[in-house]
């Protein structure tokens, strides 16, 4: 006879399948929808509290998510990443997996999973996903696949890859620990890897072929056709460019580049070339050839005082208007770098019906309606568009700190080496890494706010206090009971995917440690009630516990992608519950031939 739940149990279960059903519809923003969880969960226990408890308690519950380990691990794994984006420290990596992609798009998607899943059995899947994730991201912003049709596939492969041995994930640790407290033998690191490496090769065509099919593009599409500017490309001692034609170094340019002119012959140190580009083509053009968009003096004069004041380098477009004294004069006339110690990098001229102005001294006259891009100090781009009355356009970036790319790349590893040898648990180690960025100055505390989502946050604080409260109102031991009482005439492949199943709904909706904590001694009873040989049941759990694709709230690093992706709450059900269902399949059936049952 199946027990009716406590009122407080059967409040929890409608509120949390409310909460589902607010994320799937998607009329409210996610943001909303979990601030009014936090909001009911406080209301109802402080004038309904749990037995045992007082109000407070209540309330203390509904908003522990905000200082929860967890939330405090996935905000220092952004600020992590930013580190590494801000100092280019990535970039080699980039551009390494950038030439696969360049060969074929298929054919770099599947080396990415396969990295993916390969480094996540032996580190720790959230850092994995963290070392990745901006590398994926400047490759979308680089012209290879959206960032919303690789991350989820590449996430996916990050979990499945975590599951393969005791060591992936903490939940699987967690899993073995409990399953062991129980009576159960001992599991080494790769006791159930051959399981799982099948499960996966199964798993693979579909997140490489199929998924990112299902997936929108969620790009930011601009308003306008990107700008194109006009520069001279200068040849110091050193570049790339000498001695070479432009026919030999063509191959190399980035999209959306091109050399002005018929050059011919070898090009020679000191020559000038006209050049032009996008603001991003013209950054990489310069960077692979080692070249100079503007004089190598103002250049200089801009590191050194960027060095001595402490602030980042910044590059900004600057719309020329009819009051501007630069109307009529050239780049060279202008007297710009003398006065602010700005460079303008080059120089984009809108289609004008009465023609072109005129060229003067083989440089072009800046007009009305011209954007400039120029480089600088944010104080002295200021001062340069307020005195000499320019427009600043959206579109501003800073430039990449590379000297303390090494800083960030050391920091992040040491930080995942920590977490993944079990040195430090990855709460403490990424919050010390995060904290070593702003002491290096690898990311300026002022500038934190960028690698913040506050999307991720309170969903991540919302999903934190359901947890908690499945658990604490009893809500979790009554399914599993239920669960248990109907799986005694069932045979014993359903039996395993029965169990998979119902950790698996359990994790996407509360948190793998719920998960594990509430399976784990379930799954054993079960056995032990069947007849059933109880270790493929323990797996069963373990398996069900990293089954956590169908709901951003259902781990750490599907909120982490959630908002490079653009991701809405139903990709997440549309690309991961065929996942789960593919992989509860799977891996039942290997159960069952793999322990004879």
């Known amino acids: 006879m199946i027990a009716i739940p406590s009122l407080h149990a059967f409040a929890t279960i409608v509120l949390t399948i409310g909460m589902f059903v607010a994320f799937a519809r998607g009329r409210m923003p996610a943001e909303i929808v979990s601030l009014l969880t936090i909001a009911l969960i406080a209301v109802g226990l402080y004038f309904y509290p749990l037995p045992h408890s007082q109000p407070t308690d209540g309330l203390r519950l509904a908003f522990s998510g905000f200082g929860h380990y967890a939330l405090i691990t996935i905000c220092s794994l952004m600020i992590m990443g930013r580190g590494l984006v801000t100092t280019g420290a ?62 989820m596939p590449l996430n996916a492969a990050v979990l499945i890859g975590g599951m393969a041995t005791t060591i992936g994930t903490s939940t699987n640790l967690l899993v073995v620990s409990i399953a062991r407290d129980l009576g159960m033998p001992q599991m080494n690191v790769f006791h159930f890897t051959p399981i799982v490496l099948m499960a996966a090769m199964v798993a693979l065509p579909y997140l490489w072929l199929v998924m990112p099919r299902l997936l929108p593009d969620h790009s930011r599409e601009p308003s306008f056709e990107p700008r194109r500017f006009s520069a001279l490309l200068r040849v110091p001692a050193g570049s790339e460019l000498h001695g070479k034609t432009v026919e030999q170094v063509s191959s190399r340019l980035p999209a959306g580049f091109l050399f002005d002119g018929g050059f011919t012959g070898p090009i020679e140190a000191g020559q000038r070339l006209g050049v032009s580009g996008t603001h991003e083509a013209l950054e990489e053009a310069v960077r692979l050839l080692k070249g100079q968009a503007a004089p190598g003096w103002v250049v200089d004069r801009i590191e050194r005082k960027a060095k001595a004041e402490g602030e980042d380098i910044v590059v900004m477009e600057m719309a020329v208007t009819a009051d501007s004294r630069l109307i009529g004069r050239t780049l060279a006339t202008s007297g710009i770098a003398d006065l602010y110690s700005t460079a303008v990098l080059g120089v984009h001229k809108p289609r004008r019906a009465l023609g072109t102005l005129p060229v003067r001294g083989g440089e072009a006259v800046i007009g009305e309606g011209d954007v400039l891009l120029a480089m600088g100090l944010a104080g002295d781009l200021q001062d340069f568009a307020r005195n000499d009355a320019l427009l600043i356009l959206d579109g501003a970036r800073e430039v990449p700190r590379r000297s303390k790319a090494l800083i960030a790349l050391a920091i992040m590893l040491g930080a995942v080496g920590c977490a993944s040898i079990g040195l430090l648990p990855i709460a403490i180690s990424a919050l010390a890494g995060a904290i070593l960025m702003f002491i290096t100055g690898c990311v300026k ?38 669960m248990a009482l109907g799986l005694q005439h069932l045979p014993a492949a359903a ?89 509860v399949c799977t891996l039942s059936v290997l159960l069952v031939f793999s322990y004879g049952m």
């Open 90 to 151: 990535l970039d080699p990596a980039a551009r390494l997996l950038g030439r696969v992609w360049k060969v074929n798009h298929q054919l770099g998607m599947l080396v990415s999973l396969l990295l993916a899943f390969l480094l996540s059995m032996f580190v720790n899947d959230t850092p994995v996903l963290v070392l990745l994730l901006p590398i994926f991201v400047q490759l979308a912003a680089n012209g290879a696949m959206p960032a919303s049709k690789t991350l």
């Open 445 to 482: 505390f002022d500038r934190v706010g960028r690698a913040l989502s506050a999307k991720v946050i309170v969903l991540v604080a919302a999903s934190i206090a359901v947890g908690q409260l499945v658990l604490e109102s009893g809500a979790a031991g009554w399914l599993g009971q239920t």
């Open 495 to 583: 039996v395993l995917a029965a169990v998979m199943l119902f950790v698996t709904v359990l994790t996407n909706f509360a948190s793998n440690a719920t998960a594990a904590t509430i399976g784990t001694p379930i799954a054993f009873s079960v056995g032990s009630e069947l007849g059933l040989p109880q270790e493929p049941l323990i797996l069963a759990v373990l398996f069900g516990c990293n089954l956590c694709y169908a709901t951003p709230i259902a781990y750490q690093t599907n909120l982490l992608i959630m908002g490079e992706g653009n991701y809405t709450f139903g990709d997440y059900i549309r690309t991961g519950v065929p996942l789960v269902l593919l992989m």
